[in-house]
């Protein structure tokens, strides 16, 4: 079974500070690794993924992950927050291996970037 | 490009009726997924097709069902709809199935029993 942990439900980070989300999976063969951004009333939208390859994936916005197998481990990060990032952010994993279609989500973690 | 087009976006349905939901993909996207959120459950999900097919299942009772026409459009259908049921429902597009093809989502139906 593969499953998503976001430790926090929320984050709050003072505006041009750096950011962190942090997400941990749990997969039994090789992950496919994603994130999504929920603004309120709106359905979710595709920041990137972790496929394979460079450890460190750019995405939309200026965020960027960063993928870590031994930590099983794929923290959302962006270096200078912007108000207008606060939102529900939700990491996602397929499993390769298992042949899964289905993406498994977190609970979610609510930023809020204070001005 | 035109996104991935949910319709209705609200409504309000009665403990026992049923409700049919329905999703446009992207054009030329040949997967659409079905996902319910909800505060205490979060992202659940429901199903996927692809080519008309139903590929994977999710843990929800028969009365939730769905299906997809030749022309990758899909519909969900909730019968006897229970309190429970009351959800934003989400439909996510992807170009292939499966694997490392990103879903895109719509906007949703938000679904409201009373």
């Known amino acids: 079974a593969q499953s998503v942990a976001q430790p926090e439900d929320q984050v709050n980070v003072a505006e041009g500070n750096p950011l962190t ?17 929920q603004y309120p009333n709106r359905g979710l939208q595709f920041l990137l993924k972790y496929i394979t390859g460079d450890n460190l994936v750019k995405g939309s916005y200026g965020f960027e992950a960063e993928f870590n197998k031994s930590q099983t481990s794929f923290h959302l990060k962006k270096p200078s927050a912007l108000v207008s990032d606060s939102a529900l952010y939700f990491c996602a994993v397929r499993d390769e291996g298992a042949g899964s279609y289905q993406l498994t989500f977190g609970k979610g973690t609510k930023l809020s970037v204070i001005p | 490009k035109a996104g991935v087009t949910q319709t209705p976006r609200y409504l309000i349905k009665t403990r026992g009726q049923q409700v049919t939901l329905s999703c446009s993909p992207i054009s030329g996207h040949r997967s659409v997924s079905w996902y319910q959120q909800t505060p205490g459950q979060g992202l659940q999900f429901l199903f996927e097709y692809f080519s008309e097919t139903q590929r994977n299942k999710g843990n929800f009772p ?6 997809q026409f030749s022309n990758s459009r899909s519909e969900m259908n909730v019968s006897t709809l229970e309190l429970g049921d009351s959800a934003l429902y989400l439909c996510a597009s992807s170009l292939l199935t499966g694997g490392a093809s990103e879903a895109f989502f719509g906007q949703g139906t938000r679904l409201t029993v009373v």
């Open chain 2, 62 to 67: 028969g009365r939730f069902s769905g299906r």
């Open chain 1, 21 to 37: 989300v942090k997400c941990t999976y749990s997969v039994s063969g090789n992950p496919y690794l994603f994130w999504y951004v």
